[in-house]
Each structure stands twice: as C-alpha cells, then as structure tokens.
C-alpha cells in the first residue's frame, strides 16, 4: 500500500483491509472484486491484484509460508528488489539491502550521489551503496532504522540535519547542499483527456455500472459507461443503451490526475427507466469503484435526496 502512496493516506486503508482479511489463508480465499472493493480509493490498483495473486500462489505453492530466498520472493507477482529486500530484512532478519524512496533519499544525500529517480546509472550506484552499508548482523533494525530515517528527519523538504544521528559523516550535510539530492526531475508537462460518464440510474435508487477489463487504467474496478465529452458522442450513447433514456443534468467536469495525464470528466445524469440488468443499488454498493466513480455516486445520491425532499 505504501508504494507510490504516503502514510497519512494508507492507515485507514491498512486498517480497514487487515479487518477484513486478517490471514493470508483469507486473502487468498476471496473474491478479486472484493479485494478492489477494500482498495477503492487508494489507486494503482495493479499493486491489490498482485497482492491477491501472491497471497494465492503462497497458499497453493508455499503451505501458506512467504518463502524466504530472494529468487522465490522476485518470482511473486508485484514483488521487486527492494520489497524482497525488505521482506528477508524485516521478516527473516537476513542481510539484505532495501531501496525504497525514503533510503534513495538519505543515500543520495549522504554520499552526495548525483542523479534522479529516473536515472539508471544514479540507481545503479544507489544499490552499490546499499549493499555497502547493509550490516550482516541486525539487519531489521538496520532496514527499520534507515526507513525511518528517510520518513522522520531525512525529509524531502528541510530536512532535521541538528537531529540527524548520522549528521556528522554526511557529505551533503557538510556542504550544506542538502536539497541538491536527489535532482529534481525536469517537470513534463501532463497530457490532458477529457471524458463524459454516463451516469445511468433508474427509480429504483440504481446505477448502471460495467467492470472495466483486468489491464489498463482503474482494471478489475467498476465504473460508469464512458464516451467522448461532446454533444454528438454523448447522445449516440444514450440511445444506444436504452431508448427511453434522458439527460437529467450535465454536472460541471472536474479534473483526476493519474502519473502520466489528467483526466478531465464530465458527469452526465441521466434517467433510464425500465433497465435492469448490471444496475447496482447506491446504498447497498459492494463494488470495488475508483475514486472519481464514488464522487459522481454520491452527488447522484445528494440530487435524489434532495428531488425526494421537494
Ligand atoms: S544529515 Fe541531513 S541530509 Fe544528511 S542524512 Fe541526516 S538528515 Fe539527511
């Protein structure tokens, strides 16, 4: 969960998911979809999948043990270097180096290491580095102890240098050049696409809502049929899917930002009597849905609470 995602977002996440799947027997028994509908919200949901995918194959393969040797764990879907890294370091206690945001950010910075994110030949040497400092003895509290270290003092922004236990040897903080590491990535510009949903519902308090395919964006989730924002496109659409539909409000678009592009989109409310198939009931929502799908539920849900208090 915490890959690409910051802790103040993840804890009632975590929380909410160890609740319901609290073995790995569990989570490997459960449906994929109510394992996305556990993840709504918290986005790159390829990492639920793999999670699911690697629980099931260490319950089939494994007797329900995460394996414990590096070549088993990188074989394990959405499981990298660094996390079978962590994995040996903090669960098995064996030496093993970690690479994860926060330790790029204090090895650059205390080895003055040139370079950014997106530069092989600055991660190349980041690992170097790595194996270098990782001890053969107590490597949990070492991997424990540099993470946090990234996460506490050694920040992305001001970093506490006055408290920093490793301040005295640290070459950046000699030179006072601190925020030089690591480089900052040229900013690219974001490509911009604008989407209508349909937003289909009928008097029973329903949503039309389809699963998109595994791969690709929001993949396994549940979302709203979907089309291009124009007048043309948006009413092919409609009369498509159900002859007696009508535009009830076209809501103001709004934008959701994924890593490469931001996806301008435009509610479209509309009515579609007399359908019922693959309509799900508001209130009662099991459904794995992305962030944006939930937002548009809701208004949907506040313009029928409000035309039933009129
Ligand atoms: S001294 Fe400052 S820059 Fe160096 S590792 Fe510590 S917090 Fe980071």
């Given amino acids: 969960m915490l890959q690409q995602t ?15 799947f609290p073995t790995l027997t569990e989570l490997a028994n459960a449906d994929e979809g109510e394992v996305l509908a556990n993840w709504a919200g918290l986005g790159y949901y390829s990492r ?52 994860d ?18 530069d092989s030949k600055f991660l ?9 400092h990782t001890p053969s003895k107590q490597n949990a509290k070492y991997t424990q102890a540099i993470m946090d270290l990234g996460a506490t003092i050694c920040v992305p922004q ?19 050049d601190q925020a030089s590491f690591p480089q900052k990535n040229t900013k690219t510009t974001r ?42 496109a948006i009413a092919t659409a409609i009369k498509k899917h159900n002859l007696k539909a009508n535009i009830v409000s076209s809501l103001p678009k709004f934008k959701h930002s994924f890593t490469h592009y931001h996806l301008w989109i435009r509610p479209i409310i509309i009515s579609s009597p007399g359908l019922e198939k693959n309509y799900h009931n508001i209130k009662k929502l099991a459904l794995g849905v992305p962030a944006p799908v939930k937002k548009i539920i809701s208004m949907l849900d506040s313009l029928n609470s409000t035309e039933s208090n009129e």
């Fill in 158 to 176: 001001k970093p506490h240098c006055s408290e920093c236990p490793v301040s005295r040897n640290c070459k950046a903080n000699l030179y006072k």
């Fill in 191 to 232: 490509p911009e696409k604008s989407l209508a949903f349909l937003a289909y519902h009928n008097d029973k308090g329903e949503v039309y809502l389809v699963k998109r395919p595994d791969k690709g964006v929001w993949g396994g989730l549940w979302s709203f049929a979907e089309c291009e924002d124009n007048e043309a």
């Fill in 6 to 20: 910051q802790v103040a977002t993840v804890v009632d996440y975590f929380n909410n998911f160890i609740i319901r």
């Fill in 124 to 132: 190349k040497e980041l690992w170097r580095l790595a194996k270098y």
């Fill in 101 to 118: 945001g926060n330790v790029k950010r204090v090895l650059s910075r205390y080895h003055r290491v040139v370079g950014h994110y997106n």
């Fill in 48 to 99: 639920a999948r793999n999670l699911h995918k690697t629980a099931k194959i260490i319950f089939s393969e494994y007797q329900g043990i995460v394996p414990n040797s590096y070549s088993e764990l990188i074989a394990l879907p959405g499981i990298g270097e660094s996390t079978a890294g962590a994995i040996l370091s903090l669960a098995y206690n064996q030496s093993s180096p970690i690479l």
